[in-house]
């Protein structure tokens, strides 16, 4: 399945940790702090268990929306979708 993963964490080390972590579960940056990727469904479940044990769940807010690909090509795009810096062609191809 698709996922996304979209966070507003106001802590640097842990902003920096949730990042690195959706990096090595597979999912790619399309924006400072929202990753898209495919995962198996055992996968997400130990992301989200990962999510809840790093944050401060007093100040942080983290959205994980799975999606099939279906789904993500009836979704509108409008403007610049992707961070161009952080996002290759090759992923854009990947998803869309």
Do not use: H
């Amino acid at each position: 399945m698709l996922l996304w993963v979209i966070y507003d964490i106001s802590d640097d080390k842990i902003r920096s940790k949730v990042s690195k972590t959706c990096l090595n579960y597979g999912l790619y940056r399309v924006q400072k702090s929202v990753f898209l990727g495919e995962v198996e469904s055992n996968s997400l479940d130990e992301l989200k268990i990962f999510l809840e044990d790093t944050i401060d769940m007093d100040l942080d807010s983290v959205y994980v929306f799975p999606m099939s690909k279906d789904e993500l090509n009836k979704a509108g795009l409008i403007g610049q979708a992707f961070d161009k810096e952080l996002v290759s062609d090759e992923i854009v191809s990947k998803f869309f």
